[in-house]
């Protein structure tokens, strides 16, 4: 038996094979060939099969993401079928005698450049569709086809580490427990731990030169602990910690349908942050009151291309159907910093989360930004969705937002199509934001408090360096008086505040918040009954605390 110590991100017992998530590193050399016929018939044979492998992933996705989604294997298809790219090969291979391997790259990197340099942003996007059928061919010609992010049976994913792109492709039904080697605990792969509420371990003490591929392991997600190989009495205990664990989750099935109400009458909104339409059975699953963070920039960070404003729009419509009347708010897409998508072509910066990210993409690019919007403002006529804006730092981003809103209800209302009125918001994530939280409590209707950013940008220390984890502090007294200040601003000024990072589901905090008088709490939805609890349990009214605020 191994063992293998890291950093427990959500608590629980996971058991099960495990399987090892490899980042596709194909070297490409070049090499002079004698036989170009020989070598021409390697590279159809190559073709030919990345064909067949698109075909299959078409079928797939047309059953699990539906016709619009499945359609980018099909392009993919389509561009194989294309005379530029396999002339390109072809010539490439016979006038150079170079080995298919090489042709391929070459003709992959010059086509995805070309269309990388056009005008419209279409063809544009072609580029990265380029890049991907590339990789796939190499990878079939060297016998290391690029795999798809699924796994066949339920399994234990240890990797080196997980960007958010990666973590959106794997078929998360069939995910045990996250275990990286890398990563904090405020990384993506452990806010997506936390949603899907499965053990996570990061950070963890497993050797490069270890093999654990297909083993049988245990996750201890409350001790932090992987055990590969476990022996039979360990195997059994834990097992029985598994049973007790499923037996304390039904006793907690009695707080649905309660409110999130104090002891002494105090009424929060709980609600729960999600990043795809398929965290809404969770959603409904643990009685969230809401969604209070619908993390939009997943939409993008899982294609290869921008989303339509109907594809948009579809989602968000389903989200606003299926709360059926509760809210739901949708963050605009917060790209930059550690979330990055190719297409979006941003230049490479020295500190990207002090970058080019969140609203400020959005401001700069306003044809991305109203796309989004259009499709928001459309879907919600269809429920109550409100829509936050993040990374905002002054009351002139507010207005400058408001001008393009209502670009878009007026473009809306001249092609006679139907649209709501939703409530608008901001997040409250830098100390610029929080000492200006009066003058812009004026000019929305909520605020939504994230922690994860203000901690990283109050405390100056990257929430994700795991060297700085001692001391990367969310209870930091500084921390907790900027909350305080903006909840007596927002109030001052009538409206309600909400926390929607990680702080909010934090227990040792609960009753701090509480008392500070913040309305809403949206954490992950596997936090949703115990907090509830937690919140039934607690006694607001001892001297000392304030007015208390009514929220509906």
């Known amino acids: 038996m191994q063992t293998y110590k890291g950093k427990s991100v959500f608590g629980g017992i996971a058991i099960g094979r495990i399987r090892v998530y490899q980042k596709n590193r194909q070297q ?114 060297q016998g290391t086809a690029k795999e798809d992010k699924v796994v066949g049976e339920p399994a234990i994913i240890v990797a080196e580490d997980l960007a958010p792109s990666e973590t959106v492709q794997l078929d998360k039904k069939l995910i045990l427990s996250f275990v990286t080697i890398q990563g904090s605990p405020n990384s993506h792969t452990a806010i997506l731990a936390r949603t899907m509420g499965i053990p996570a371990l990061v950070g963890t003490s497993i050797p490069p030169e270890a093999d654990l591929d297909g083993k049988m392991a245990i996750v201890d997600g409350t001790t932090g602990v992987l055990y590969v190989e476990p022996e039979e009495g360990l195997l059994r205990e834990m097992e029985g910690r598994k049973e007790e664990e499923v037996r304390k989750r039904e006793l907690l099935l009695e707080m649905k349908g309660q409110e999130s109400i104090t002891a002494d009458g105090h009424r929060i909104r709980l609600y729960a942050n999600i990043g795809n339409i398929d965290d809404l059975a969770a959603v409904l699953e643990n009685d969230a009151e809401g969604i209070g963070l619908f993390r939009s920039e997943f939409l993008y960070l899982q294609r290869d291309t921008y989303p339509t404003e109907d594809e948009q729009f579809a989602i968000y419509k389903k989200v606003a159907e299926t709360m059926a009347g509760k809210t739901a708010i949708i963050r605009t897409l917060d790209i930059g910093a550690d979330k990055q998508c190719e297409y979006f072509g941003l230049e490479k910066e020295e500190n990207p989360a002090l970058g080019c990210r ?141 926390i929607c990072g990680e702080l909010g589901g934090d227990r040792e905090v609960t009753d701090s918040l509480l008392r500070m008088g913040v309305d809403e709490l949206s954490v992950s939805p596997g936090n949703i009954l115990p907090l509830r609890k937690a919140i039934r349990e607690t006694q607001l009214r001892e001297e000392g605390f304030g007015k208390e605020t009514q929220v509906n």
């Not at 539906?66 to 079928?81: C, K, Q, R, S, T």
């Not at 005379?83 to 010539?91: A, L, T």
């Not at 994230?450 to 940008?457: H, I, K, R, V």
């Open 358 to 498: 969140a609203i400020r993409i959005c401001l700069k690019r306003p044809e991305i930004f109203k796309t989004q919007l259009r499709a928001l403002y459309r879907a919600s006529a269809f429920g109550r969705l409100a829509i936050m804006y993040p990374m905002i730092i002054s009351p002139e981003e507010v207005r400058r937002i408001k001008k393009i809103t209502e670009e878009v209800k007026r473009e809306l209302r001249t092609q006679e199509i139907e649209y709501g009125e939703p409530e608008q918001g901001i997040m409250i994530e830098t100390p610029a934001a929080v000492m200006m939280s009066r003058e812009l409590a004026r000019e929305v209707d909520f605020f939504s408090i994230g922690t994860n950013d203000l901690t990283q940008y109050t405390l100056a220390i990257d929430r994700q360096n795991q060297n700085l984890e001692e001391f990367y502090d969310p209870h930091h007294p500084a921390i907790l008086r900027m909350i305080e200040m903006t909840v007596q601003n927002a109030h001052a000024e009538g409206i309600w505040v909400g």
């Open 28 to 141: 490409v050399r070049r090499t002079r060939i004698e036989d170009t016929e020989a070598e021409l018939a390697r590279y159809e044979r190559a073709r030919i099969e990345t064909v067949n492998q698109l075909k299959v992933l078409y079928e797939k996705a047309l059953v699990e993401v539906g016709e619009e989604n499945a359609a980018i294997f099909e392009i993919h298809g389509m561009m194989l079928e294309d005379g530029d790219y396999n002339e390109s090969v072809q010539n490439m291979i016979q006038s150079n005698c170079i080995n298919a391997e090489f042709a391929v790259a070459a003709t992959g990197d010059n086509l995805s450049q070309m269309f990388a340099a056009m005008q419209d942003e279409y063809m544009r996007a072609r580029a990265a569709d380029i890049k991907d059928i590339t990789e796939r061919i190499i990878g079939n010609l």
